[in-house]
C-alpha cells in the first residue's frame, strides 16, 4: 500500500481524497519509481477540483510532474537506483501521476535527473519552469535579441509566468510583467520584472492592431489577454503561447500575422522528445539560481494538495507548490 490523492467520479459525484492505494493497481509501465516531489500545476487544480475535464479516466492519481528513484526497471535506459524526472505525457490525465509515493510509467516519459540539481530543486523548477523555458527557447529560435525591445510576461504571478520573467531577466531581457495582483508587484520586480502592469489593460476585448510594444510575449493566459498581446507585439516579432487561464478561445484576426508578421509559437511542453527536454533542463540548471527557487516555490504536504488546489484556482497561489509526497 501506498499513500496518495485519489480522484474518483462515481455514483457518489466527483471527489478527491487523501487514500491508502494497493500498489497492484499501479498501471503498466517498464519502469517503477519511488515518488519523492510532485508539484499543484494549473492542470491539478482542475483534476483535483473537477473544475475542468482534464481527467480521461477513473479513478485517477493526478500530479503531471514527479521526480524520484527508480525501484524497479525493465528498460536499458533505466536502472535501480537511478534518479529521474518526469513532465506531462498525460501523467496524472490519463495515466496514474506524481501525487502519490510510487509511480508506474513507460521510461521513454523519464530524463535522468539534471546535472546540478536536486530532486526538490527540479520539482522546485518542475513543469512551469520547464515550459517556460521551452517559451524561451522559442523566443531565442526567432533569433529575439534583449535589444529588440520589452517582452511582456502574461500571468506574471503564476509558475510560468514567475519562470518567464526570471529566465528573460537573466539573458538581458527587458520584461514587462502583466498580473491581476498588484500586490505582488515587488516579488515580480525582484525576479527581474521592470515594470509591471494589470491585466485589466489586456484582458477585455480589443482591437485587430494595436500600437506597436512588445518585441516578444510569454502568455499563460489566452483567450483576450493573447489576442491584445498579439494586437500589440511589434513587426517581426513572437509570441509564445503555453496556457489558457483566462479561456481556451483566440479572439483575434489574422491582422497581426499578415500586416506585421507576427509569429505565434505554440508551445506543448506535454509531448516533447527527451532530447529536447534535456536541453531545456541544461538551460534551466545554468540561468535559475537557487534563491530564485526559494523565491518562487513554497513546499506542501501531500494532504495540502487538497486545499492548495482550491486556492490554486481562485488565483490565490503565487510561483510554484512543491510537494513532498512522504510527508
Known amino acids: 500500500m501506498f499513500k496518495a490523492i485519489l480522484v474518483k467520479k462515481d455514483d457518489q459525484g466527483y471527489r478527491a481524497e487523501l487514500t491508502q492505494v494497493d500498489e497492484a493497481s499501479l498501471p503498466e509501465g517498464d519502469v517503477k519509481v519511488k515518488v519523492l516531489y510532485s508539484t499543484l500545476n494549473y492542470k491539478d487544480g482542475l483534476a483535483i477540483t473537477g473544475k475542468g475535464p482534464v481527467v480521461r479516466s477513473f479513478p485517477m ?17 533505466f536502472k535501480a537506483g537511478d534518479m529521474v524526472l518526469l513532465n506531462g505525457w498525460g501523467v496524472g490525465e490519463g495515466h496514474w501521476g506524481g501525487l502519490g509515493q510510487l509511480a508506474r510509467v513507460k521510461a521513454d516519459w523519464l530524463i535522468p535527473l539534471p546535472k546540478g540539481l536536486t530532486a526538490k530543486q527540479a520539482l522546485a523548477i518542475g513543469t512551469a519552469g520547464y515550459t517556460a523555458m521551452l517559451c524561451v527557447m522559442a523566443l531565442q529560435t526567432h533569433g529575439l535579441r534583449p535589444s529588440d525591445g520589452e517582452v511582456l510576461v502574461t500571468g506574471a504571478a503564476g509558475g510560468v509566468g514567475s519562470f518567464a520573467i526570471a529566465l528573460l531577466s537573466k539573458l538581458g531581457f527587458t520584461v514587462v510583467a502583466s498580473t491581476g495582483r498588484m500586490s505582488e508587484t515587488e516579488y515580480l520586480k525582484q525576479l527581474g520584472a521592470t515594470e509591471v502592469i494589470d491585466r485589466a489593460t489586456l484582458s477585455a476585448p480589443g482591437k485587430p492592431l494595436a500600437k506597436e510594444r512588445w518585441a516578444a510575449v510569454v502568455d499563460s493566459v489566452g483567450s483576450h489577454t493573447l489576442a491584445n498581446a498579439c494586437a500589440q507585439t511589434k513587426s517581426d516579432g513572437a509570441v509564445a503561447a503555453c496556457g489558457l487561464a483566462q479561456g481556451m478561445d ?10 506585421r508578421g507576427v509569429t505565434l509559437y505554440g508551445i506543448n511542453s506535454v509531448t516533447v522528445p527527451r532530447a529536447k527536454r534535456i536541453a531545456a533542463y541544461e538551460q534551466l540548471s545554468k540561468l535559475i539560481d537557487l534563491k530564485t527557487l526559494d523565491e518562487i516555490s513554497h513546499e506542501i504536504s501531500l494532504e495540502d494538495s487538497l486545499k492548495y488546489a482550491k486556492e490554486l484556482m481562485a488565483g490565490n497561489v503565487r510561483g510554484r507548490l512543491i510537494v513532498d509526497v512522504n510527508k
Open 61 to 77: 492519481i493526478p500530479g503531471i510532474d514527479f521526480a524520484g528513484e527508480v525501484l524497479e526497471s525493465s528498460s536499458p535506459d
Open 250 to 259: 483566440f479572439p483575434s484576426s489574422v491582422a497581426p500575422f499578415i500586416l
